[in-house]
């Protein structure tokens, strides 16, 4: 059957909805060994990153724009969503599948903020990206094990702060090249290619405007109002849904 590939952060993974991405092997954010996300699974009353969501566990999982969109398309959907990830990491996922790719199938990439970055150490692969601080104070998350060395942490949130932050508009005109010449490299493959960007983040209901839960990542609603979005280009054959293309947003 035809696919639908998703390539993005945690907004593509449906974070907050859908915990797939930590049990999935080819994921940044895999856990060894897999986590239990059954209802009665304790995950939900111990694990500080999952007790949030406790009231709703997986229920929403299926709700989540990938889903939709496949729907739509009528086509399975495999989705390498990953929280926390970078653009690089992005690029990695969508090489590591491209032989897998046919010739009628549809591949959305979700360009994320520009200031993350890959964090190697004898820890294992991470991710780190800036945080707005209180007080104008300096903050980054760091995934997959820096964060137990502080020496480390403060160096990725000073990089992430002083130099990719501060040159911001650099390294996006970096990174929007980029996906537009993967994209046009991808379309003789298959048959669309959708790119969109972090500016669409915060224009859909979110997680603590639904249930008051400390997450900006998007509701069931937010995820079906993007859907409707994506829905809404694809017919119009508007496929570069970016920031520096908007005029050919609806």
Known sequence: M???????????????L?????????SINCFYPNLDFRDTSSVW?????FKKYK??????????????????LN???????ESGCSNDRIIHQIIKNINQFNSNDV????MTSYVRVLVPSKFGLGVAGKLAGRKKEKHSFVTRGSSWNMKLERA???YCHDVLAANESIVAGYYLDLFIKIRESLLPMVKR?????????FKYESIKQWKGIDDAHWSPQGHKDFTTFLIENYEKNNDILIKSNTKTLI
Request: net charge negative.
């Open 2 to 16: 035809n696919k639908l590939w998703c390539f993005g952060d945690s907004f593509t993974a449906g974070y907050g």
């Open 18 to 26: 859908n915990f797939d991405e930590f049990n999935r092997e080819t």
């Open 45 to 49: 009353t111990r694990d500080i990153h």
């Open 55 to 72: 009231e709703y566990k997986q229920l929403y999982k299926d709700s989540i724009f990938v889903k939709h969109f496949s729907n739509y």
């Open 75 to 81: 086509y399975d959907f495999i989705n390498e969503g």
């Open 107 to 110: 591949v959305i990439i979700g």
């Open 156 to 158: 990725v949130t000073d």
């Open 193 to 201: 290619v959708i790119l969109w960007d972090h500016t669409q983040w």
